[in-house]
């Protein structure tokens, strides 16, 4: 039974909860491939066990240390290996959509919030690593403020996130709250200033020792050539930089909107023309060392986050790089050994049209869920938090290819299902205030359920191929086309209202 936390924040700093049950609102699927069926199942009921809103404990516990006090616990959930009483910013923001989708509001914006805070001039504009349950820094990853753990990505992408959050929600606090718009102004320009000293060029970088308690500037924790820049880095500063731009939009600012729309596409023209190229060489380059050499080998998280974000291209150089990456990824000595790196790799593939690559990667998840973790020392891949929350995720935007607009009242869908997977129906699925249940067969139909909400919304229904005319509930519509990253794709726009139901067909 799935609980949802309602709470009131009173100005003593404590809280106020009651709880009621939702099933009416819980994510379901509906296909006839068991499997899938059958993980999505466990997928939810995992991702909703880690959850830590309204509960209390110690603080700071990890794998050699028992933790100290009793503290009551803030709105999250377990981001991280779950021998710790913490949530880490890179798992929270892979996590996040997954939670929003399990009705996960509070908890995100918390989250997202004191990552925020933690945020200072001291810190060099670096949000922490890791966060105890109740908000505090988790002293196993900050020893002090210049001695705690940071990686570059992590503060670009916690901007991206926010503007995803605020696309999937609607909710204004996530371009109004102050505490919120200080740290995205700050990550976007002052951070990146303080950290662009060793190669000037408008890049954030690490400090090229590998160390991650004096900054990384990659995810890859694993030994090898340490980076002063690294294609995750660049790749997650360009979708700060364009979402930093959106919301600026949103909140009625054209000059920061143009300035930093601007500051995106040269960040990504820069990266294609020149950050990525290596003469001679062809694949992209993944990331720079301390003596400026460009690397052009497997890096893993630096190899293909650069696809994931979509700063590479699309290109026959790009479309080589991506069956690189699938390669490398699945090769005897290039298989990253945890399943947290390894999850992020069917967005990687859906996000670049690889269908059947995608859900390969998300079998990989599915079968491995048993496998254990390396560190976690649990009982097994699955119970470690971040898995379940982006299985739901890779439901919804890898294998149904939906793209909320929740403050312009629109959302966007294709089918991305695989030869294995012959429908696809999820219901409850909340966009804004909204609900809806979008159903695939195939890649030639897709339905759209409005269930309930307020506002008419309206549908861009999208086929992968050029298509002369889409068929909704029967009428043919002549087709827009355009390409989706890449590939070329038919969509049409409608409205709907709630209790509508549309059917798209193609011919």
Not at 246 to 259: F, V
Request: aromatic share 14%; charged share 25%.
């Amino acid at each position: 039974m799935m609980l949802i936390l309602l709470f009131t924040f009173l100005n003593t700093g404590s809280y106020n909860y009651s709880y009621h049950k939702a099933d009416t609102e819980r994510i379901q699927i509906m296909t006839s491939n068991i499997k899938l069926e059958k993980a999505f199942i466990w997928a939810v009921e995992m991702a909703l066990s880690h959850v830590q809103t309204g509960k209390s404990g110690v603080v700071d516990r990890w794998e050699r240390g028992e933790g100290s006090g009793y503290v009551p616990y803030i709105p999250s959930y377990w981001g991280g290996y779950n021998s710790r009483t913490a949530f880490y910013s890179r798992d929270f923001c892979h996590q996040a959509v997954g939670g929003h989708l399990l009705n996960l509001q509070l908890e995100n914006f918390t989250m997202l919030r004191e990552f925020a805070k933690s945020s200072t001039p001291g810190r060099k504009w670096y949000p922490l690593w890791a966060l105890n349950f109740d908000g505090s820094p988790f002293r196993l990853d900050c020893r002090s403020d210049s001695d705690f753990v940071r990686e570059v990505p992590a503060a670009f992408e916690l901007v991206d996130k926010a503007y995803q959050l605020y696309r999937w929600t609607g909710d204004r606090k996530y371009v109004d709250d102050p505490a919120l718009w200080s740290f995205y102004s700050h990550i976007v320009d002052e951070f990146v200033t303080l950290h662009d000293t060793r190669r000037p060029n408008g890049v954030a970088e690490g400090d090229g020792s590998g160390d991650i308690f004096k900054g990384t500037a990659t995810f890859n924790e694993e030994p090898g050539v340490p980076l002063v820049e690294a294609g995750d880095g660049i790749a997650c500063q360009y979708s700060a930089f364009g979402a930093y731009a959106m919301m600026a939009n949103d909140r009625g600012d054209n000059k920061l909107y143009t300035g930093y729309k601007a500051r995106a596409e040269n960040l990504k023209s820069y990266f294609n023309m020149k950050w990525s190229v290596k003469p001679g060489e062809k694949n992209l380059v993944r990331g720079y060392n301390l003596n400026g050499n460009a690397l052009t080998n497997w890096g893993k998280e630096n190899s293909w986050f650069m696809l994931m974000k979509g700063i590479a291209d699309p290109s026959e150089r790009t479309g080589n790089y991506i069956d690189f990456v699938d390669e490398s990824a699945g090769s005897k000595t290039g298989r990253p050994s945890n399943i947290e790196a390894r999850s992020y790799l069917a967005e990687t593939f859906f996000r670049n049209n690889r269908i059947e690559t995608g859900w390969k990667w998300m079998e990989d998840q599915i079968d491995n869920i048993d496998i254990q973790f390396p560190v976690s020392k649990t009982t097994g891949d699955g119970r470690y938090p971040e898995i379940s929350f982006v299985l739901v995720s890779n439901v919804v935007e890898g294998l149904m290819g939906v793209e909320p607009d929740a403050p312009e009242y629109k959302l966007a869908s294709i089918s991305r299902l695989p030869a294995v997977i012959s429908d696809l129906t999820v219901k409850n699925l909340k966009i804004g205030n909204a609900f809806f249940t979008l159903s695939h067969s195939g890649s030639k139909k897709s339905v759209l359920n409005y269930q309930s909400g307020e506002k008419n919304y309206t549908w861009e229904v999208r086929f992968y191929g050029e298509y002369p005319v889409i068929h909704l509930n029967g009428k043919a519509i002549p087709a827009l086309h355009k390409e989706l990253n890449g590939a070329k794709i038919s969509f049409v726009a409608e409205k709907i209202k709630a209790g509508e139901t549309i059917e798209a067909t193609i011919d």
